[in-house]
């Protein structure tokens, strides 16, 4: 179930009391439904607690289920009968001498009927008159506001909001000690394939609630991340020092390095050469000019790869990248635990890295803001990360390939002069 305070999953918690009669309790478990984001529990608005963890909690009766049962029966009867009607027609006209059992004897106006959950007669006997239920009639006498809400300021703790309503549709409550917890929307199961290789990326569990996924080859289990730690204050031309957190999610060891961005010009030629290479594509597969007699799958999706994309960013910032490279460890999730201080000698300058611990780093740069910008201009700069990727996911034997990515740093907006600086 939902918390109807905030909309997020709710959670069996257990708690102890005392069941028995008098001088001869015992220690019992009950369950109730509470929320981790809001605090919100079945507690607060009086529904009773469980004996089993997976009992079914009660439910209020909405107050007017007797109106809508008795609109959908009207209506299922009317499907019921206009559907009668169109085969009546179908069934009287002549066909050659040959008329089916099931019409003969009216079996799929029973069948239908038992689907809709109305008694089975036969398909020629059907003479009763629907009656259609009391239409709804408007009234436009409305009830006067009570003096209370205009001599006594209202309490926005026990008052719901709209969202809070609309999430509760049948009943709508006004005070929050009415709510109560709805179901759970319905959840799909979705799959997602890369467009070249059409291997799977994504893939759930057979159960919508579970987040552990069977294939996980997603780019942040594969590709260092890059986090800002610290960074001084932002000033239009001034240097300003800037750390980042370096992290391996990999099992292998890798070795990180900074480069600067390319220039407009070799954008836009290596851009010309991976278009090119995208079209000449299917003349560098071998087969001698014979077609392949291999024909795909009715199942199977084409692959279709996306052409290569111009980056639309504009640098307002330089930055200075350090020389060398950065190791990193292999990930240990023990690490995390051990305090016992890293035993790498990877003989870092501490210029450069001023902190590591495990399979993170943490790098030291300078940033320069351009000069002109105006108080509150976001500042954007950017590097290639050049890495180490060890695949093992094509070949028996691990292959280490060199990958290049762009990052682009968003350190934050320009400050206005310090008095300190300006003295």
Known sequence: MDCPNCFNALSVRASTVARGPEGAKTPGKVYYL?????????????????????????????????????????????????????????????????????????????????????????????????????????????????????????NLTELTTLSQRLNLMDSQPVLAEDMIPPHRRLYIKR???????????????????????????????????????????????RSCEIILKLTNPTQHLTSVQFC????????????????????????????????????????????????PRRVQATVTAGISLPAGGVILPPRDDAAEYDDSGDTHNFGDDPKVVVWRKGNKAAVKCVITPEAGLEVGASVLCGFVLCYGYVNTMVTVEPARVDLQVRVYLSPGNIVGEDSTIAQ
């Open 191 to 237: 799959s997602q394939r890369c467009r070249e290789c059409e291997h799977n990326i994504c893939k759930p569990e057979f159960t919508p609630a579970s987040i552990k996924f069977k294939i996980q080859l997603a780019a942040n289990y594969h590709l260092p991340s890059v986090r800002i730690l610290t960074v001084e204050p932002l000033r239009s031309g």
């Open 260 to 307: 600067p961005l390319p220039t407009e010009q070799e954008e836009l030629r290596d851009l010309e050469i991976e278009m090119e290479k995208l079209f000449h594509k299917d003349e560098t597969k071998p087969g001698g000019g014979r077609e392949s007699l291999v024909l795909p799958s009715i199942g199977q999706r084409s692959s279709v790869p996306l052409p």
């Open 34 to 154: 509470a929320c981790f984001i809001c605090r919100w529990t079945t507690r607060d608005v009086g529904i009773p607690d469980q004996t089993a963890a997976s009992g079914q909690w009660p439910e209020r009766e909405n107050p007017h289920n007797n109106r809508i049962n008795t609109l959908l029966e009207h209506y299922k009867t009317k499907a019921l009968r206009e559907k009668m009607e169109k085969e009546r027609k179908t069934f009287s006209a002549p066909r050659r001498g040959y008329t089916h059992l099931a019409e003969r004897y009216g079996l799929s106006g029973m069948i239908a009927r038992r689907r809709a959950g109305l008694p089975t007669v036969p398909l020629g006997r059907d003479t009763e008159v629907i009656t259609p239920p009391p239409p709804s009639v408007a009234s436009e006498n409305v009830e006067e506001l009570p003096e209370v809400f205009l001599t006594t300021a209202p």
